[in-house]
């Protein structure tokens, strides 16, 4: 099974930027689509991003948010611009099989790092 393990996270003014990063203890981009969730206290996980070989976005990131891959393949990116309070919460990256559809849902992903906090302040 695959393992993952974020990091990047950390505390930024409104507006500032942050890049999470999802290390995978294998390549990922034949065998697993990688999402980004996040959860803010009180509230369910919601889906942020994915990737495969197409790219996903929430409305609510769309054109902030970039979700990459590097080379090896075994690190999937989150560039985070323009930042807001509404967007602090626990991020996760997960792994579900590539084929799955309805890739924004939490049980469509069956490996998740153990989250790293982004907290924004205003």
């Known amino acids: 099974q695959v393992q993952l393990v974020e990091s990047g996270g950390g505390l930024v003014q409104a507006g500032g930027s942050l890049r999470l990063s999802c290390a995978a203890s294998?390549?990922?981009?034949?065998?697993?689509?990688i999402g980004w969730f996040r959860q803010a206290p009180g509230k369910e996980r919601e889906f942020v991003s994915a990737?495969?070989?197409?790219?996903y976005y929430s409305d609510s990131v769309k054109g902030r948010f970039t979700i990459s891959r590097d080379t090896a393949e075994t690190t999937v990116y989150l560039q985070m611009n323009n930042l807001g309070p509404e967007d602090t919460a626990v991020y996760y990256c997960?792994?579900?099989?590539?084929?799955?559809?309805?890739?924004?849902?939490?049980?469509?992903?069956?490996?998740w790092g153990q989250g790293t906090q982004v907290t924004v302040s205003s």
């Open positions: 990737i495969r070989k197409s790219t």
């Open positions: 294998e390549r990922t981009v034949n065998s697993y689509v």
């Open positions: 997960a792994a579900g099989p590539v084929w799955r559809t309805n890739i924004n849902e939490v049980r469509m992903y069956n490996y």
